[in-house]
């Protein structure tokens, strides 16, 4: 038998039972990214570690950066017990990267890898994730983000700073040994409700974050809600922060005082430090009973000031033709139904109407459209390059982030109004009685998912797919 790499390591491992013989080599110089069961510092110091799963061993999992246009590459490595599979959020990928086991690509059993090869289109923050069993593997950690730089430097911090800050916010629900709560993975009264709420929220893994700033800088600050259930409105008192980018795509300037991020989505901030500042800048969060917490702050990282910044705040290049073709759409419903207090009486569920005490015993609580997460057949299919106008409406008591994959689109509407911004998102929040119109061009061929980006309501329900081409 010829000696190739597989033969050695096979006859290594089994000869010489060497415990540091890697379990992967590979010849080429592809990054690796392996997800793994790691131990995090999550709880203040002097409360005890908790067991995680993370990418690279950290949380956030390692930050992949790129120039738009690039290309990102990664050999997957799965070291965890469960299968898995890595989804990057928000980029318009091509289908066979995307990412979502069991529809795009087989699952990565324990053991496995996979390489992920795409290019990164459009600059903006995004942030990848895992896409098997998201509801629990993301609440272990399985989370990074995923920066695509603008492809000519943006001058919008040009004169005295250039820097830019990634937060990821993250939700966990700890016990008081400040393991994680894994009796309730899965519970199905967090999941008709609004989630996996958690207890601990966290930014960049730490539950008392510094962020380093210059006094006097003009920063950009990256916002990410990694968390799987909750919404996270945000204030950066002090600081009038200034909103560039939603989901990653350049919006029209305004103020922000208060930044709602529903699970999934990003906004990028542009705030001037002041150069008289002598306290740290608390950043605080609504944890949803009109109760701020400060759940990190920036704090003056020492350095020389900067004198004041002078200039307006400017807008990110539009990077994208978004000619949307509003004069004759193809016209889809999104219609959620279920959950607590929901009063969804039947739905489909394996091609069969079910009352809603069956759907319960199969774990099914929400739908889309009468459909409790059946996947023989898309939501809609739409001919590539067409422009769809969605109508997404929500018949439930709770809110939810509808999120499509592969595509971004823009915001038409909210509760009946246009909405002045109209900004481009790949995830949006629907509020009870309040629908959301969105148009899109399905100008990315494949089948993809929609679905609600509360995690927990994906898994019991809130899934479907649609196919462009
Ligand atoms: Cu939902």
Redesign the pocket.
């Known amino acids: 038998m010829p000696l190739t790499r597989r033969t050695l390591l096979a006859t290594a491992a089994s000869t010489l039972a060497a415990p540091a013989l890697p379990r992967f080599a590979w010849a080429d110089d592809t990054p690796i990214l392996r997800a793994a069961p790691a131990v995090a510092q999550i709880a203040p110091k002097g409360y005890g570690t908790t067991p995680i799963w993370s990418y690279g061993g950290m949380i956030p999992g390692p930050e992949v950066r790129v120039r738009a246009g690039e290309r990102v590459r990664r050999r997957f490595v799965n070291d965890l017990p469960q299968p898995s599979a890595v989804h990057w959020h928000g980029i318009r990928i091509t289908n066979a990267m995307d990412g979502a086991a069991g529809f795009t690509q087989d699952p990565v059993p324990p053991g496995g890898t996979f390489g992920y090869d795409f290019v990164a289109p459009d600059p903006g923050t995004y942030w990848y994730h895992a896409h098997a069993r998201s509801w629990e593997q993301v609440s272990r950690g399985l989370a990074g983000p995923l920066i695509v730089e603008e492809a000519e430097v943006w001058t919008g911090l040009e004169g005295a700073a250039t820097r830019e800050a990634t937060l990821m916010l993250a939700d966990w629900r700890l016990q008081e040994d400040a393991a994680l709560h894994e009796a309730s993975f899965g519970d199905l009264h967090d999941w008709s409700h609004a989630g996996r709420l958690g207890n601990t929220v966290t930014i960049n893994g730490s539950i008392d974050a510094a962020i380093p700033v210059r006094r006097g800088e003009r920063l950009r600050l990256r916002l990410i809600n990694s968390a799987t259930a909750r919404v996270m409105p945000l204030r950066l008192p002090g600081l009038s922060p200034v909103l560039i980018a939603l989901d990653g795509h350049p919006v029209a300037l305004r103020a922000a005082e208060e930044i709602v991020l529903a699970p999934a989505q990003r906004a990028d901030v542009v705030v001037d430090v002041s150069p008289e500042m002598d306290a740290p800048l608390p950043i605080l969060m609504d944890t949803g009973r009109d109760e701020w917490i400060e759940i990190g702050a920036l704090v003056d990282g020492g350095e020389t000031p900067l004198p004041p910044q002078d200039g307006p705040v400017r807008a990110l290049p539009m990077t994208m033709d978004h000619a949307l073709g509003l004069t004759a759409p193809q016209e889809e419903v999104l219609r959620m139904e279920g959950g607590a207090m929901g009063g969804l009486r039947r739905a489909h569920l394996g091609g069969v109407d079910r009352d809603f005490r069956e759907l319960v015993a199969a774990r099914r609580v929400w739908a889309f459209n009468g459909v409790a997460g059946d996947m023989d057949a898309p939501a809609f299919r739409a001919a590539l390059g067409r422009t769809v106008r969605m109508r997404l409406v929500n018949d439930t008591a ?1 809110a ?2 509808i999120h499509l994959h592969g595509h971004h689109f823009e915001v038409l509407s909210r509760g009946g109004r246009p909405d002045p911004h109209r900004d481009r998102r790949d995830t949006v929040l629907v509020m009870p009685d309040e629908p959301v119109e969105i148009a899109f061009i399905a100008d990315n061929p494949g089948r993809w998912l929609l679905h ?1 980006h ?1 995690l927990g ?1 994906q898994a019991s329900g ?1 899934l479907t797919w649609f196919e462009v081409g």
């Open positions: 709770w939810h982030g609600c509360m309501h809130m």
